[in-house]
């Protein structure tokens, strides 16, 4: 069995996949998902133990080919949720030729722009960094994960982490 390899990919900005930057974005760092653990020990405990505290910050990086000013206006945007940023791939496998669609789609804010450097007759390189408060990951039109900030959700293939804490503390938001 060989693994899954990106064959393909689109990066598209605004909601409901308004803008298409088709053949501008050679590459994408998408978001790190990442759980704080603590260390914990206590009396009568052989071995410590990590405590789960949630999610760090996700982040994810769009790295264009050239300059594009479209996403220099993202830059200020109130709000933590301002900009809805899509990456939709296809993942085929070189032995059985099997694709399967991988979809992420995100809201969040930039955070940083790298303009990189300005030579003549150089390939350019613009990076723009945008920190997210919700992350939704697709594979073949099924969610599996959904993390959003806001909502304190944190649904992992259908199941919603969070519901009994949210239910604890008094927010009734459901899935």
Do not use: W
């Not at 501008?24 to 052989?46: N, S, V």
């Not at 220099?72 to 940023?85: E, H, M, Q, S, T």
């Not at 408060?133 to 806001?150: F, N």
């Amino acid at each position: 069995m060989l693994p899954r390899k990106l064959k393909n990919f689109l990066f598209y900005k605004g909601h409901g996949k308004q803008k298409l930057y088709q053949g501008q974005i050679p590459e994408i760092e998408l978001p790190k998902l990442t759980r704080i653990l603590e260390d914990y020990r206590a009396g009568g405990m052989d071995m410590g133990v990590k405590v789960d505290l949630g999610q760090e910050p996700m982040e994810m990086t769009v790295k264009c080919g050239g300059h594009e000013v479209d996403l220099y206006r993202d830059f200020a945007k109130p709000g933590i949720a301002a900009v809805p940023l899509s990456f939709s791939g296809a993942y085929q496998r070189d032995d059985d030729c099997s694709v399967i669609a991988v979809d992420i789609y995100c809201l969040g804010r930039l955070e940083e722009i790298d303009p990189g450097s300005a030579k003549l007759g150089d390939d350019t390189e613009e990076s723009f960094k945008y920190v997210l408060s919700y992350y939704r990951l697709s594979v073949d039109g099924k969610d599996v994960i959904e993390i959003d900030a806001l909502a304190m959700k944190c649904v992992i293939d259908g199941v919603d982490q969070l519901e009994a804490i949210r239910n604890a503390v008094g927010l009734y938001i459901t899935v």
